[in-house]
């Protein structure tokens, strides 16, 4: 079932991945959930770098589910988003792919550096050309003022979105919060991504 085909995905889950989508998000962190508060306003988590870190939620806090999708799914003109690095030449080297609901089109559009590992970049943007290669395959990526070739090698994560639930944060799951760092390092959520069955979000 492809979730982010969905025609009536939610309006607050495509706030919250707008809210992700932004330039420059004020925290984020990835992590475990190791337990949840008993209220269920505190996730207490085990971070991907190794610390241990509380994320505090609130009736605003949007959740939504990561689900895997396929790169058959990502046809000329889907809007797209790929975390990459730098590849050869004047081509980028893809981490993982991202595919937006249509209603989700335009969000983050552009060209940024992110924070998934050192010189790691974000392209959002409409797939203007896919080609086939020994390498995996090459995508066109355009967006308001440039365009992008990224190669994306055999094997790499493509996720789409689905709406979230307070349910889907259990133990064991994996996240990714944004929002406002507290002088403890906790945070207050805006949003959280959470891997649907097992699945880390790769973004």
Same mark, same amino acid.
Request: with cysteine.
């Given at each position: 079932? !492809?979730?982010?085909?969905?025609?009536? @995905?939610?309006?607050?889950?495509?706030?919250?991945?707008?809210?992700?989508?932004?330039?420059?998000? %004020?925290?984020?962190?990835?992590? &475990?959930?190791? %337990?949840?508060?008993?209220?269920?306003? &505190?996730?207490?988590?085990?971070?991907?770098?190794?610390?241990?870190?509380?994320?505090?939620?609130? /009736?605003? &806090?949007?959740?939504?589910?990561?689900?895997?999708?396929?790169?058959?799914?990502?046809?000329?003109?889907?809007?797209?988003?790929?975390?990459?690095?730098?590849?050869?030449?004047?081509?980028?080297? $893809?981490?993982?792919?991202?595919?937006?609901? /249509? $209603?989700?089109?335009?969000?983050?559009?552009?060209?940024?550096?992110?924070?998934? !590992?050192?010189?790691?970049?974000?392209?959002?943007?409409?797939?203007?050309?896919?080609?086939?290669?020994?390498?995996? /395959?090459?995508?066109?990526?355009?967006?308001?003022?440039?365009?992008?070739?990224?190669?994306?090698?055999?094997?790499?994560?493509?996720?789409? @979105?689905?709406?979230?639930?307070? $349910?889907?944060? !259990?133990?064991?799951?994996?996240?990714?919060?944004?929002?406002? !760092?507290?002088?403890?390092?906790?945070?207050?959520?805006?949003?959280?991504?959470?891997?649907?069955?097992?699945?880390?979000?790769?973004?």
């Amino acid at each position: 079932m !492809k979730f982010f085909r969905l025609a009536l @995905f939610s309006l607050p889950c495509i706030a919250a991945v707008s809210a992700l989508a932004q330039r420059t998000p %004020s925290a984020s962190l990835r992590a &475990t959930i190791e %337990s949840v508060s008993a209220d269920g306003a &505190t996730l207490e988590t085990h971070a991907r770098s190794g610390e241990e870190r509380a994320v505090h939620l609130d /009736e605003k &806090t949007r959740l939504i589910l990561v689900v895997p999708d396929s790169l058959a799914d990502v046809k000329q003109g889907a809007f797209i988003g790929v975390a990459a690095v730098p590849g050869d030449g004047d081509t980028l080297k $893809a981490l993982e792919v991202h595919i937006f609901p /249509e $209603a989700m089109r335009g969000t983050g559009e552009g060209f940024r550096p992110f924070d998934l !590992k050192p010189d790691s970049t974000m392209t959002n943007g409409a797939v203007d050309a896919r080609v086939d290669g020994v390498n995996g /395959e090459t995508l066109t990526v355009s967006y308001k003022g440039g365009q992008k070739k990224i190669v994306i090698p055999p094997g790499i994560p493509v996720v789409g @979105f689905a709406p979230g639930a307070r $349910a889907d944060l !259990k133990a064991g799951a994996a996240i990714i919060a944004r929002g406002t !760092k507290r002088a403890d390092g906790s945070i207050d959520a805006v949003a959280v991504l959470v891997g649907k069955d097992g699945l880390v979000p790769p973004m």
